[in-house]
Every structure is written in structure tokens, then in C-alpha cells.
């Protein structure tokens, strides 16, 4: 069993912001895979899909800050290992659209990933981070994870959020190391190769 978490805020106020990429992936896998509904509790929401292995997907329904809830009450009733987890979660470090996997790590300063580092008690469990470009100024950062895309920018998250929909797929049948090797180059790296 395996647990793709796709972080981001729940509502319709942040639907497809830049701080909801993890979840819009989570939504693509729910559709492409015709995961089916297995529970909504105060914390989450999850589906269940056999593809790739039996696999939970999940999103948060408490806010971003507090993430690890979430992932403490599917312990508590699903049973998990950090082994078991990948969560996607948007990036400002990496440039717009561009993917990075990693078996662990530091939150970098991202909350939601801070959130379950302290819940799980550990950084040993896999992040696949999408690029959603940096904001102008620190002072500008919250607001700018909160608003959706320039339009010239939705042709390039369109692009990363299918290629990390792909990398999801490739984490749950094939493991970190190939999914690595795979996403973690850059579109123009891939189009050379």
C-alpha cells in the first residue's frame, strides 16, 4: 500500500493556485485512474485505486500550515509507514514547471512540508516538488503561492502538472530511484535526450 498526499488548501477560493499544485495532481491520478471514494473525514479526503499496486490518494482538508493532521489521522486509521508515502507539493525554489523528487529531506521552509515532518517525527519519506516560480519579493511570497497563473505561464504548469501526474505513476509501479532518473531533468533536457 502507498499514499500519494497531494498538499494544498481546500475550497474553491484556491483551487488551482499556485499552493494547490499537489492537489491538482492528486485530481488528475483521481480521474485518470477512476480511483474510487474510500473516506472524507474532518482531515482529508481519500480514494482508493489499484493501479500501479493498491494506492490511497489523498488531499487535505485542513489548510496547508496543518498538513501533518491529516496524515496522522490516516495513520491512526489506515496504518502508514513513511516508506509508503509521497507527497506533491508546489515549489517557489524551482523554476515554473520544472520536478524534483527526492527520498527525503528538509521542508525547505515550506509549512505543509514542516507540518508532516513533525507529525511523522521524520524526513525520510519521498516529495516530488513542482516549480511554481519564485515571487518577486520575499514580502510578496504569500500572496503569490495564493493566486492562480499568468496566462502565458498555464501552457507550462499544464505541461509539468501532466509530466508529474506521469512521475506519480512512475513512483508507485517502479520506486524513487527510477522516478529520479526520469523527472528530475528539465523539459529541454528531456526534448535533447
Known sequence: MSLVFGLGNPGA????????????VVERLVARWKASPLETTREYR???????GEVDL???????????EAVTVYRERRGLTPAELLVVVDDVYLPLGRLRFRPSGSSG????LASIEE????????????????AASAAELREHVLEGYADEEVPLIESALERATEAVECWCREGIMQA??????????VQES
Request: net charge positive.
Open 13 to 24: 477560493r484556491y483551487a488551482h493556485t499556485r499552493h494547490n499544485a499537489g492537489w491538482d
Open 46 to 52: 481519500a480514494w482508493r485505486s489499484s493501479e500501479g
Open 119 to 134: 507529525a511523522l517525527g521524520t524526513r525520510e519519506w519521498s516529495r516530488l516538488r513542482i516549480g511554481v516560480g519564485a
Open 58 to 68: 489523498m488531499v487535505p482538508l485542513t489548510f496547508m500550515n496543518l498538513s501533518g
Open 109 to 112: 521552509g515550506h509549512n505543509g
Open 180 to 189: 529520479m532518473n526520469r523527472f528530475n531533468r528539465s523539459e529541454e533536457e
